[in-house]
T-cell receptor, first 115, second 113 residues
Framework: DTEVTQTPKHLVMGMTNKKSLKCEQH?????MYWYKQKAKKPPELMFV???????INESVPSRFSPECPNSSLLNLHLHALQPEDSALYLC??????????????FGEGSRLTVL | GESVGLHLPTLSVQEGDNSIINCAYS??????FIWYKQESGKGPQFIID???NMDKRQGQRVTVLLNKTVKHLSLQIAATQPGDSAVYFC????????????WGAGTKLIIKP
């Protein structure tokens, strides 16, 4: 079983909706990540939080808004999405920076469909 | 920019045989390489890693080989089992990537009974 929990597992939303994806880890990891994955493609990095501060934003459109309320939680707020935003959204965590260990712990993802 | 690529998008292997999944990378400055396994409906899972000062590293039934001369990485899985069916991604880390993972395209491993 994964130690990174993501909810919901599936989400269908219209282009005018506002929804949130949630992620939780209790491994004491201080880095947390959001990735987007399209079918048959590798994950694409969206955001990195390090010690609860946003450290990397890979030029993600503002309709995606990350939030890290505490060291165990990571949210991704969604608003006015487009159908092309439909994808699997993966949350991950790591002990520290990746040059120390390249091991990311991934959740099972939230499959998002935008109608 | 730099990229990590794979030679074969799909690999079919007989159960019990050894599997070899290959990966080419283009950034000679990359100093850390990782293999991930992604089963259907799950997130990627770390398998094994190797630093650029090594050319071989072994785990349980898996071996990673690094050839820096030709910028090539491979993952060998011994005695392939049905549970090995998955997509395998290689990834690299370097200062150029801000110490984030640069992922290869992935290879789907299919196990034939």
């Amino acid at each position: 079983d994964t130690e990174v929990t993501q909810t919901p597992k599936h989400l269908v939303m219209g282009m005018t909706n506002k929804k949130s994806l949630k992620c939780e880890q209790h491994m004491g990891h201080r880095a947390m990540y959001w990735y987007k994955q399209k079918a048959k493609k590798p994950p694409e990095l969206m955001f990195v939080y390090s010690y609860e501060k946003l450290s990397i934003n890979e030029s993600v459109p503002s309709r995606f808004s990350p939030e890290c309320p505490n060291s165990s939680l990571l949210n991704l707020h969604l608003h006015a999405l487009q159908p092309e935003d439909s994808a699997l959204y993966l949350c991950a965590s790591s002990q520290a920076n990746l040059i120390s260990t390249g091991e990311l712990f991934f959740g099972e993802g939230s499959r998002l469909t935008v109608l | 920019g730099e990229s990590v690529g794979l030679h074969l998008p799909t690999l079919s292997v007989q159960e019990g045989d050894n599997s070899i999944i290959n990966c080419a990378y283009s950034n000679s400055a990359s100093d850390y390489f990782i293999w991930y396994k992604q089963e259907s409906g799950k997130g990627p899972q770390f398998i094994i890693d190797i630093r650029s000062n090594m050319d071989k590293r072994q785990g349980q039934r898996v071996t990673v080989l690094l050839n820096k001369t030709v910028k090539h990485l491979s993952l060998q899985i011994a005695a392939t089992q049905p549970g090995d069916s998955a997509v395998y991604f290689c990834a690299e880390i370097s200062m150029d990537s801000n110490y984030q993972l640069i992922w290869g395209a992935g290879t789907k491993l299919i196990i034939k009974p």
